[in-house]
C-alpha cells in the first residue's frame, strides 16, 4: 500500500510540473517587448563599458588632486618610482629660491623639488654654466613635493627627474617675486614649425 502511494504521489507530481513547464513555453513576448529588451541590454553594456572607461580618468584626477595637495616631501630615503609620466618620488629636496648661479622661477607653485642627484645636478649645471660665461640659470619647474600628477601643466614630471631651464640667462639684479612670477620665457622655438628661432638663438644658447 505504501509503495502504490508514493507512486501516485510521484506520478501527480510529474504531471504537475508538465503543466506548470506549459504556462511558460506558450507564453510569446511581444515583438516591441523583444526590441526594447534587447535595446536596453545594449545601453546596460554601453553603460558599463563607459563605467569602466571613466574609472582610470577619476583615478587621474584624483591623483592630481592628492599630490597637489601636499606641501611637504614624504620623509623616507631619497627614491623615484615609476615613469616620468606616471609616478612619484620619495626623499626629496627643494633647490633654494635664490642661488649663487641660479634663481627659482614661479615659486608659488612650488615645483622646485626633485630627487637630490636632480638637484645637484642643476646647481653643478648653474657653477658649469657660469665659468662658460653664462649669467645664471633661471629655474622653472621640477617636481612637486612627492611628485605625481599635477594639477596643470607637464604631463611628466612626476619622479623628480625633469627640470625646465629657461633659456632666458638670468639678469644681473635679483628678480622680485612679483617678477618671478609674472616674467615670460623666451620660446626659441616656432609653436607652428617646431623649428628654432634663428633670429633669437646665440653663441651662448650652445
Not at 2 to 10: A, E, M, P, V
Request: charged share 20%; with cysteine.
Amino acid at each position: 500500500m505504501l509503495k502504490r502511494s508514493l507512486r501516485g504521489k510521484s506520478l501527480l507530481l510529474k504531471r504537475f510540473a508538465t503543466r506548470f513547464r506549459s504556462l511558460f513555453t506558450h507564453v510569446v513576448v511581444p515583438k516591441p517587448l523583444r526590441t526594447f529588451g534587447r535595446h536596453a541590454l545594449a545601453t546596460l553594456a554601453v553603460l558599463a563599458v563607459a563605467g569602466l572607461a571613466a574609472r582610470p580618468a577619476a583615478a587621474e584626477e584624483l591623483a592630481k588632486n592628492l599630490f597637489g595637495a601636499k606641501k611637504l616631501p614624504a620623509v623616507a630615503a631619497p627614491q623615484s618610482i615609476g615613469f616620468y609620466s606616471k609616478g612619484c618620488f620619495a626623499g626629496g629636496v627643494a633647490i633654494p629660491l635664490n642661488g649663487p648661479k641660479w634663481e627659482v622661477m614661479r615659486p608659488s607653485r612650488n615645483r622646485r623639488w626633485g630627487h637630490p642627484t636632480m638637484i645637484a645636478l642643476i646647481e653643478k649645471l648653474s657653477r658649469d654654466a657660469a665659468a662658460d660665461g653664462w649669467p645664471g640659470l633661471l629655474v622653472g619647474d621640477i617636481s612637486q613635493p612627492r611628485g605625481g600628477p599635477m594639477l596643470t601643466g607637464h604631463a611628466s614630471h612626476q619622479i623628480g627627474l625633469d627640470a625646465d631651464i629657461w633659456l632666458t640667462p638670468m639678469p644681473d639684479r635679483k628678480l622680485s617675486l612679483e617678477q618671478r612670477e609674472n616674467m615670460s620665457a623666451t620660446l626659441l622655438v616656432d609653436e607652428k614649425t617646431h623649428l628654432v628661432k634663428d633670429a633669437l638663438w646665440a653663441p651662448e644658447h650652445t
